[in-house]
């Protein structure tokens, strides 16, 4: 059961690092790569959802949202809730490429353009050699075949996960106006700036 604190209607689960890591590694072996949904809520991203109907809705259906700034332990303090940690989205990004070194989790990059992915690719690999990283493209996807494309591309590596890397509330959009379309077990987001 998901322990979770509503900031203006934004679900925040109230987790540690560790335990996002062993929830994301149960959705990964419950998936059978049905594309369950982890996002990371922001300030900004709460900001925005205020406004952007789809963005809130979107957010309200995630598997799992791990709290991302300062602004969201804010929130906690406001509605006197005690955060167990605040989990920044590159120290989730981080515990996903030790749990892919250490439990063989497959990964799939999409975003940034074509050198900014590369290059980071190349980071990724160095930092983490053990780490299974089956695939990766840009993320300028200008037309339908190029995004057609690319999820063709996905479904045939059916990676364990899945990173986003779009800018917000583009990522979380595509990830779920694909979601059905897309045979990963999860999908998350993330910037390709590593």
Known sequence: MRNVVKILGVPIDNITLEEAGEI???LIKNS?????????PNTEFIMT?????DFYEILN???LSTPDSIGVTLGFKL?????????????YFRKIFELSEKDGITIY?????????????????KKYPKSHIIGYHHGYLQNEQMENDVIEEINKLKPN???????APKQEKW????????????????????
Do not use: W
């Not at 959802?49 to 109907?53: E, L, S, V």
């Not at 990059?109 to 190349?122: C, D, S």
């Not at 996960?161 to 800018?167: E, H, R, S, T």
């Not at 990830?175 to 390709?192: G, M, P």
């Open 79 to 91: 509605q006197k809730k005690r955060l167990k940690q605040r989990i920044p989205g590159q120290a």
């Open 32 to 40: 059978n790569k049905s594309c369950k949904m982890i996002f990371a």
């Open 61 to 63: 259906k995630s598997e």
């Open 24 to 26: 994301t590694k149960n």
């Open 161 to 167: 996960m899945l990173f986003v890397a779009m800018g």
């Open 49 to 53: 959802a205020q406004k952007d109907k």
């Open 109 to 125: 990059i999409l975003g940034g353009t074509e050198e900014v992915i590369e290059k980071a690719v190349q980071n990724l690999k």
């Open 175 to 194: 990830i779920y106006k694909n979601r059905n379309r897309l045979k990963v077990d999860v999908a998350a987001r993330t910037a390709v700036e590593h």
